[in-house]
T-cell receptor, first 115, second 114 residues
């Protein structure tokens, strides 16, 4: 089955800087990869999806890249704000079998934007 | 209106009890899921349910059983609760056939077994 690794459990960034989060997967390249945001006491909220044939996707201050050669996705938040502080989860659909037909998540990176 | 709602938000119970968590979605989605988030915040799928087809993750004990009275509901029943069942359980839904699999999650139910 797929394994997803996110670069660090916690990341501290100064307000205004760009935060970069990393997601690596181990096996086959998925058709698409998703990023979610989770705040304490809440469920994950979908942010962005990038397909295998797309190198980059943007949404306001968010940017996602997808490198199937490196088996890696990068998630960037530019001009970061304290309100961006949350846990960010990388997810993909694991079709290798033996599991329920849903998303496989990484453990997440807890991002802290310091004023 | 809440897209995916689950009740209760908190559930404290003793070992050996049987409990249920309810989930409802008003998005018109055809697929619903249950996920478990453990103390290390690792989110793992337990079940998916689409058009009366239930797919169970092979690691889920058979004490856990989802029940769907209709397309908008997927309730989770847990028998003979154990200490290790303590976690946050999330219900989610998505629409199949779009090739996107964007999932909408409920707020979670924090289950504590004492």
């Amino acid at each position: 089955s797929q394994k997803i690794e996110q670069n660090s459990e916690a990341l501290n960034i100064q307000e205004g800087k760009t935060a970069t989060l990393t997601c690596n997967y181990t096996n086959y390249s998925p058709a698409y990869l998703q990023w979610y945001r989770q705040d304490p006491g809440r469920g994950p909220v979908f942010l962005l999806l990038i397909r295998e044939n797309e190198k980059e996707k943007r949404k306001e201050r968010l940017k996602v890249t997808f490198d199937t050669t490196l088996k890696q996705s990068l998630f960037h938040i530019t001009a970061s704000q304290p309100a961006d502080s949350a846990t960010y989860l990388c997810a993909l659909r694991d079709i290798s079998g033996g599991g329920a037909d849903g998303l496989t998540f990484g453990k997440g990176t807890h991002l802290i934007i310091q004023p | 209106d809440t897209a995916v709602s689950q009740t209760p938000k908190y559930l404290v119970t003793q070992m050996g009890n049987d409990k249920s968590i309810k989930c409802e979605q008003n998005l018109g989605h055809d697929t619903m899921y249950w996920y478990k988030q453990d103390s290390k915040k690792f989110l793992k799928i337990m079940f998916s349910y689409n058009n009366k087809e239930l797919i169970i993750n092979e690691t889920v004990p058979n004490r856990f059983s989802p029940k769907s009275p209709d397309k908008a509901h997927l309730n989770l029943h847990i028998n003979s609760l154990e200490l290790g069942d303590s976690a946050v359980y999330f219900c989610a839904s998505s629409q199949s056939g779009t090739g996107v699999f964007e999932a909408f999650f409920g707020q979670g139910t924090r289950l504590t077994v004492v």
